[in-house]
């Protein structure tokens, strides 16, 4: 490793890089196109390596240049977001900015946040809700709520924590079980409402045991299992719906279970934050607030399905309990 890293060459190359031209590199950086041109060459001959082919003001990178632009952008993007932090630290100590995915701001955090704000006057949360399964590090946020297997979303200088796990039941409108699931658990003419981004059927069919339909089933795809549950609601079809997202219209009976078992879900949402950074009282405020309510929904989950008579499959992987999130958070 270089005893002194040369930041303006990977500045220079950084935004040759994003523009795909080194002449309007040199114009959000303020220097010369021939002050670029040369910025790069000099990082090439440190690397013994080409990153980009000169295309007459255009530039192409190579495979090396890709792989180097990658991570130099992504570096950058922290930096700018730790300076951002340090400024909004100085200055907004009470403001909790949250980036999370799409499913869990609209169907989980805006329903309970309020109980939040309404005992925490002068905290105010910014909840930026996110495609599912994206992880933006070039933005700085408080927190970071996503779902996947846990430990396998890249985060350098970030603390993952198990915020919740959850179960996968089918679920349909009352009157659709009737018109479409039989007397013996055989779907009949039934919709599946299958969300692409998390499409857990056939592990479903497969540890039940319960009769396939078939790779010619009618079948929707959306990119949100949101979006399979509205259509659920409406008559629509027939989805899986996790306990974290489904459970407020089964215990009120607008989404029925018309089989009696569940499977326990390999992946999990996780909260991130900055490793060994000092929580303000405002966030420390918010992850025990969280944390009480995630513990509390887990509860009435267990208990409804105990109470229905629900057998779940257990077979839960890769997920150490020493990382849960819990109380006291500490900082």
């Given at each position: ?18 523009y795909g031209s080194l002449t309007a590199a040199a114009s959000e ?7 670029i041109s040369k910025q790069i060459k000099q990082l090439e001959q ?271 992987k890769g997920i150490n309990d020493v990382d849960v999130l819990d ?5």
């Amino acid at each position: 490793m270089p005893t002194r890293l040369p930041l303006t060459a990977l500045r220079a190359f950084e935004a040759a890089a994003r523009y795909g031209s080194l002449t309007a590199a040199a114009s959000e950086l303020g220097v010369t196109r021939p002050a670029i041109s040369k910025q790069i060459k000099q990082l090439e001959q440190m690397l013994n390596c080409t990153l980009m082919n000169r295309l007459g003001n255009a530039v192409q990178l190579t495979a090396a240049g890709q792989d180097l632009a990658h991570d130099v952008a992504l570096a950058f993007g922290q930096i700018a977001a730790s300076l951002e932090r340090q400024l909004q630290g100085r200055t907004l100590p009470n403001v909790i900015r949250i980036l999370v995915d799409r499913d869990f701001a609209s169907s989980f955090l805006a329903g309970h946040i309020g109980q939040f704000l309404l005992h925490n006057p002068g905290v105010s949360v910014e909840v930026v809700a996110e495609k599912n399964g994206r992880m933006r590090l070039d933005e700085d946020f408080n927190f970071r709520i996503f779902y996947g297997h846990f430990g396998a979303t890249p985060c350098p200088g970030l603390r993952e924590r198990v915020l919740c796990r959850w179960y996968d039941l089918v679920v349909c409108t009352p009157d659709y079980a009737q018109a479409h699931v039989s007397d013996s658990g055989a779907l009949v003419d039934a919709q599946l409402l299958i969300d692409g981004n998390y499409n857990v059927w056939d592990n479903w069919f497969a540890q039940t045991g319960l009769a396939h339909p078939g790779p010619a089933r009618d079948v929707t795809h959306f990119n949100e299992t949101s979006l399979c549950l509205s259509t659920a609601l409406t008559g629509g079809g027939i989805t899986i719906g996790d306990t974290i997202l489904a459970f407020p219209s089964i215990r009120a009976g607008r989404l029925a279970l018309p089989f009696r078992h569940g499977l326990e879900s390999e992946q999990c949402y996780a909260l991130f934050d900055r490793a060994g950074r000092l929580h303000t009282s405002a966030e420390t405020s918010f992850l025990e607030w969280l944390s009480d309510v995630v513990r509390q929904h887990e509860k009435e989950v267990s208990a409804f399905l105990q109470e229905s008579g629900i057998d779940i499959c257990h077979g839960r992987k890769g997920i150490n309990d020493v990382d849960v999130l819990d109380v006291p958070v500490g900082s």
